[in-house]
Nanobody, 125 residues
Framework: QVQLVESGGGLVQAGDSLRLSCAAS????????MGWFRQGPGKEREFVAS????????YYADSVKGRFTISRDNAKNTVYLQMNSLKPEDTAVYYC??????????????????WGQGTQVTVSS
């Protein structure tokens, strides 16, 4: 069982930065691939970024590449999403997720078996 709690969301202006954090419970955090996803109003949940268990491989959606950075601290059981140069189209609820089967950081929603409750990010123009 893995519990995930996101924090760090908020209301910002276009061009600002935010850092999301996701704290995980359990002693097996370092074995899991981790991902960030988002769901905008009236949209399906979509992949944002993922990271493998050892902090070596990362993957990004084209829409955030060059602006967002995913990282993890296995000693703190925490995964981060640094978001720079935010745009209004980044407005969404952001979810942290854990894949307890695949350690490489899948880009697919269906591969993740534990999810946080989400944190709202709103970017005004």
């Amino acid at each position: 069982q893995v519990q995930l709690v996101e924090s760090g969301g908020g209301l910002v202006q276009a061009g600002d930065s935010l850092r999301l954090s996701c704290a995980a419970s359990g002693r097996t955090f370092s074995a899991h691939g981790m991902g960030w996803f988002r769901q905008g109003p009236g949209k399906e949940r979509e992949f944002v970024a993922s990271i493998d268990r050892s902090n070596g491989l990362t993957y990004y959606a084209d829409s955030v590449k060059g602006r967002f950075t995913i990282s993890r601290d296995n000693a703190k059981n925490t995964v981060y999403l640094q978001m720079n140069s935010l745009k209004p189209e980044d407005t969404a609820v952001y979810y942290c997720a854990a894949d307890t089967v695949r350690p490489w950081g899948s880009t697919q929603v269906r591969d993740y078996d534990y999810w946080g409750q989400g944190t709202q990010v709103t970017v005004s123009s």
